[in-house]
């Protein structure tokens, strides 16, 4: 009933900038806390930054700084810029979803925990 879609993925060289984008579908009422994970090749999947719904942020420290993470509730969307790319953070990213609200069947159900299909960012030296 929720389904997350990310876009903004790309090749780009070191101290470049992309912007990463991710929508959550459904007939959502409600979702506290979206974020972005990313994993690199044959390393595990690791918290980037994450917002609640009140605009609370939180970062990794490798990119504190770099990295600013927003939101549009009302597009239940969220929103991660990044600046001063570097190599490390070629990863593949991922959106997610946590505490969603949603509307089916004419109540009001929830989820705890939903993912985007991943978006590979690349950089270049």
């Known amino acids: 009933q929720v389904q997350l879609v990310e876009s903004g993925g790309g090749l780009v060289q070191a101290g470049g900038s992309l912007r990463l984008s991710c929508a959550a579908s459904?007939?959502?009422?409600?979702?506290?806390?979206m974020g972005w994970y990313r994993q690199a090749p044959g390393k595990q999947r690791e918290l980037v930054a994450d917002?609640?719904?009140?605009?609370?942020?939180n970062y990794a420290d490798s990119v504190k700084g770099r990295f600013t993470i927003s939101r549009d509730n009302g597009k239940n969307t969220v929103y991660v810029q990044m600046n001063s790319l570097k190599p490390e953070d070629t990863a593949v990213y991922y959106c997610?979803?946590?505490?969603?609200?949603?509307?089916?069947?004419?109540?009001?159900?929830?989820?705890?925990?939903?993912w985007g299909q991943g978006t590979q960012v690349t950089v270049s030296s």
């Open positions: 997610n979803a946590g505490g969603v609200a949603y509307y089916t069947g004419g109540s009001v159900r929830y989820g705890y925990d939903y």
């Open positions: 459904g007939i959502i009422a409600s979702i506290s806390v």
């Open positions: 917002i609640t719904s009140d605009g609370s942020t």
